[in-house]
């Protein structure tokens, strides 16, 4: 199954890539074990945020936001 991931790192110019995961793959897991990202961050699924036990759907697009760290007012 192939999903998309969508993320912003300042030393990675390309901010999409296109991973290959096994059926039944959670976030928690698809997070953890294959992108190898220890940070708790809110998560989403085209544009809607998701538990970290939501199944990934082939073709879905996951969105790895970052936490806001300042008041924007």
Do not use: W
Not at 39 to 55: A, D, H, M, S, W
């Amino acid at each position: 199954m192939t999903i998309k991931v969508f993320y912003f790192i300042p030393s990675e110019p390309n901010s999409v890539k296109s991973v290959n995961i096994e059926s039944g793959t959670n976030i928690h897991v698809f997070l953890r074990d294959i992108l190898r990202y220890e940070v708790e961050t809110p998560v989403g699924v085209y544009g809607k945020l998701v538990k970290k036990t939501y199944i990934i759907k082939d073709k879905d697009r996951i969105e790895i936001y970052e936490k806001i760290t300042a008041n924007p007012k």
